[in-house]
């Protein structure tokens, strides 16, 4: 009974363990499964973060916001059929919502772009929104540095407190009037960022393109401040040598324009040489002193924003300069009694003809004329006398056309014909065949414009002759008080074979686009018309800013170690600055 019962009892106990078994077993076996599973998918995501990581390209870190732009992007930066997608964060939140939703609907735009790269039209659209508030206070900083630093003042300061007072000299040429009204731009402007007087140099007695510009009473002449020193025994009786400090921005082994304070130098007299365009003076946005960054930003807005930055050169041109009374009688011919121009155009040709440029430079024209109500005055300046002959039937179909027709005129000015005529022959291949004078007479005609100024070009679109015009006539349209001149609008016509590989010709930093040349710029475009910059960058800060090989090289002689998009290392730049002591150049300006 015994054994047969306890045989039954192994039985059941048997069955108990094999039921026991086999629920560990299905236990053992899920969570086996389920932990194979979560190690696959580990792995795996770390596979695809890996892939994603290698194509992922950091395009710009903006220090002052703190904010990524991160671009996912195969390598070819050129294909425009290749996927881009952008991711905006940002640490300071208050500060975007305190732009506005034009920040907000910017960002937006960049996050639907599907392209690797961007046509001179979609880079051109960040400048759409005009320039009118960053401009105003711009003009407000200038004017209250002048009603403090003018001459008008300071010559009246007590003697010790003028000869403690420091300046900043202004020198040009009469070279190109582009590149030379620049080197006076820019120390005007740096007048402004060490609260400083200018002073604008001349030559025997004579300004920079004295006989067809009138400088304001705001500036010094050297001649007047040795006076002044003398009269007011700043070296006998206060110790203090006339002394210029004397900085080379074409000689990167030597400018301190990176790397020293301007604000701490003590010579009464700073000379910023060879600054033949808009870069120099923004080159202080990189200064490695907090100071000198502050007070470039505080002038010309940050650089990573490009659609806040203001009109500088063209306020400074609008208190500082005017036409000579030959030359505005000259205009006022020109105009014939009418209004002025709506729409001006500039064509710099080389003495070539382009049936591209001339039926792009017309759709941009068209384009800028359809938001006219009547039928607009558009006046035509070319270096080539060509471009008349081949644009002007065309234009005559929708609008009155203005040419400075100088031969005409000429002959009305017995008295200064002789001298007029003078440089007939200097330079005409780049300059034109019409006498030096006429390019004044252009210049103030063409900066009356109310609407639009539009630049072309045979070959690089957007001189200097052409920043200053746009520049100066958006500041002539800007209003104190109103908003009139936010519909002033500068633009840039590009013909398609320009642009075959981007905008990779457009070398040379006294170019508007030269900051947008680099690999973000697509190749084999159409015909393009841009807003354009009326403050041309000096850096490439902006989405769509990304250097050529040429300037990541001339950038790296001033201490500079750019990536392929532009982002700026800064550590290299302060060991640069640290390791490379500069000479100081002084020169002690005699009294006699």
């Excluded at 026991?20 to 580990?42: D, E, K, M, P, R």
């Excluded at 304001?216 to 040598?241: D, I, P, Q």
């Excluded at 500041?475 to 609008?489: C, P, V």
């Amino acid at each position: 009974m015994r054994g047969g019962g306890g045989g039954g009892t192994t039985a059941v106990g048997w069955r108990r363990r094999r039921l026991s078994l086999l629920h560990w077993f299905l236990i053992s076996s899920s969570a086996l499964t389920t932990g194979l599973g979560l190690f696959i998918l580990i792995v795996r995501s770390a596979a695809i973060d890996a892939q994603d990581y290698s194509s992922t390209t950091l395009v710009h870190l903006h220090h002052h916001h703190r904010r990524e732009v991160v671009v996912q992007a195969t390598p070819d930066r050129n294909n425009p059929e290749q996927e881009i997608d952008i991711a905006l964060n940002s640490e300071d939140e208050a500060a975007e919502e305190a732009r506005g939703a034009d920040v907000d609907n910017s960002g937006d735009e960049k996050k639907k772009n599907r392209k690797g790269c961007a046509t001179v039209e979609e880079m051109g659209e960040i400048f759409k929104k005009g320039f009118r508030d960053e401009s105003l206070r711009a003009r407000q900083i200038i004017h209250h540095h002048f009603s403090l630093h003018g001459a008008p003042r300071v010559r009246s300061l007590p003697p010790k407190e003028f000869c403690e007072h420091g300046f900043v000299l202004a020198k040009a040429s009469e070279a190109g009037f582009g590149n030379e009204m620049y080197k006076i731009l820019t120390a005007a402007a740096l007048s402004v960022m060490l609260n400083r007087s200018l002073i604008i140099g001349q030559t025997r007695g004579k300004y920079p393109f004295g006989e067809y510009i009138l400088y304001s009473n705001l500036s010094f002449t050297l001649n007047e401040v040795k006076h002044l020193w003398r009269m007011n025994h700043c070296a006998t009786k206060y110790g203090r040598h006339l002394v210029m400090r004397i900085d080379d921005f074409q000689k990167p082994a030597r400018t301190e324009v990176l790397c020293g304070n301007w604000k701490e130098w003590g010579q009464p007299i700073i000379w910023f040489q060879n600054t033949t365009d808009a870069v120099a003076a923004q080159f202080f946005l990189k200064n490695i002193h907090p100071q000198m960054r502050k007070t470039a930003s505080d002038l010309f807005g940050t650089p990573e924003n490009l659609q806040y930055r203001p009109n500088v050169f063209g306020e400074l041109m609008r208190v500082l300069i005017s036409p000579s009374q030959t030359v505005e009688r000259a205009v006022s011919w020109a105009l014939g009694g009418r209004h002025n121009p709506d729409i001006v155009l500039h064509m710099r040709m080389l003495m070539n003809r382009s049936v591209r440029a001339v039926q792009a430079a017309l759709q941009c024209i068209r384009k800028s004329a359809a938001k006219l109500s009547s039928r607009p005055i558009i006046v035509v300046v070319s270096d080539t006398p060509s471009l008349l002959e081949d644009i002007k039937p065309k234009l005559v179909e929708f609008s009155e056309v203005i040419h400075f027709d100088f031969e005409h005129f000429e002959g009305n000015i017995t008295e200064k014909k002789g001298r007029l005529n003078s440089n007939l022959n200097f330079r005409a291949k780049d300059w034109g065949p019409a006498p030096r004078w006429v390019a004044f007479v252009d210049f103030f005609l063409a900066s009356r414009a109310k609407h639009a100024v539009i630049t072309g070009a045979q070959r690089r679109v957007g001189t200097t002759y052409a920043q200053l015009i746009a520049a100066l006539a958006a500041a002539y349209q800007l209003a104190d008080n109103s908003s009139a001149g936010s519909d002033f609008t500068y633009l840039s016509s590009f013909q398609s074979n320009l642009l075959s590989e981007g905008l990779k010709n457009q070398i040379g930093w006294g170019h508007v686009w030269n900051r947008f040349a680099g690999p973000l710029s697509c190749s084999e475009q159409t015909n393009q018309c841009a807003f354009t910059p009326v403050l041309p960058p000096a850096w490439w800060d902006g989405l769509w800013q990304s250097p050529t090989p040429r300037d990541v090289r001339r950038m790296e002689a001033y201490g500079i170690r750019l990536s392929q998009l532009g982002t700026v290392d800064e550590d290299y730049l302060h060991s640069f600055c640290v390791s490379n002591k500069k000479k100081t150049t002084t020169l002690t300006v005699t009294l006699i």
